[in-house]
């Protein structure tokens, strides 16, 4: 699967996205939306949310089927709720 | 086996960690009493004869201070730090220490030890035996080597236990376990 660009590789400025189509049709938008905050975070951290929302929100449960401890999971997941913070406040 | 060594606290569960903190705390403070040594601070360790129950309870002391003092800097940086994970820090942390005792087997270190404080005035020091001198060198330096392992588990497990980062986090944490060594050798001196 190909990697989301969500920063510009030339200033670093978060990316929009200016087109979308239709792979069926090929009807083309065109237009400027911002990128959802979720879509902005990096792949592993996307990884780690998608794992808690399977696991019902359990942090036990993360850390024994990522093999951490209870503490390192729960740190994971503050310091993306701070990446999410920051993100939000941009 | 670098986690292992020196980042238990990231990978294993609390009830590990504890369970193994409890046993090596035990095998620890029973290797001490054998081997004529006693812990008598955080960072101090002696040689004496003392009853099995006393370098237990050196070693209770020792592990209270250091998870108070611990305990209340992590919940200053992170208010969610679970005790739990203070306390195993604490009993995890100071296993390597417990490997100390071992050089006085048969008083090897006591002996060295009497035999250059008895040469210690200046027209006796070119007396000092030469291997009692090469025994203490050898065990000064093994001692650095397990002091930096022994403050690496510790702050290694605060790390994960506060979540703490930054340089703010490293000098609380240097304050807590001195004051933790303090604490611990003001108790054992004057509960004895």
């Known amino acids: 699967m190909k990697k989301l660009p969500v920063n510009c590789p030339s200033c670093e400025s978060a990316l929009v996205a200016s087109q979308l189509s239709c792979s069926e049709c090929e009807t083309v938008i065109s237009g400027s939306y911002s990128l959802p905050v979720l879509l902005q975070l990096s792949k592993e951290d996307q990884d780690f949310i998608f794992e808690f929302i399977l696991t019902s929100g359990s942090l036990k449960k993360m850390a024994a089927k990522m093999e951490k401890s209870y503490p390192t999971v729960r740190n994971k997941l503050d310091d993306i709720l701070e990446k999410i913070n920051q993100l939000k406040t941009n | ?192």
Not at chain 2, 22 to 33: E, Q
Not at chain 2, 60 to 79: G, Q
Not at chain 2, 110 to 118: R, S, V
């Open chain 2, 1 to 192: 086996m670098k986690t292992l060594l020196f980042k238990p606290f990231e990978k294993y569960s609390e009830q590990k960690l504890l369970i193994a903190g409890v046993i090596a705390t035990l095998i620890g403070a029973l290797v001490a009493y054998v081997l004529n040594c006693r812990f008598v601070g955080v960072f101090q360790m002696i040689f004496d004869d003392t009853a099995i129950v006393q370098s237990l309870i050196d070693n209770i002391i020792i592990m209270c201070c250091l998870t108070i003092f611990l305990f209340i800097v992590a919940k200053f940086i992170y208010k969610k730090t679970r005790l739990i994970d203070i306390v195993v820090t604490t009993l995890v942390a100071y296993i390597p220490f417990y490997i100390l005792p071992i050089f006085n087997i048969n008083n090897t270190l006591k002996i060295a030890h009497d035999n250059i404080l008895m040469h210690s005035q200046p027209e006796l020091v070119n007396q000092i035996p030469m291997i009692s001198l090469i025994i203490l060198i050898v065990f000064g330096l093994f001692t650095l080597l397990i002091l930096a392992w022994v403050i690496a588990l510790l702050y290694n497990g605060f790390k994960t236990a506060a979540n703490a980062k930054g340089v703010k986090a490293i000098i609380i944490f240097a304050i807590a376990i001195i004051l933790a060594d303090v604490a611990s050798r003001y108790l054992i001196f004057h509960l004895n």
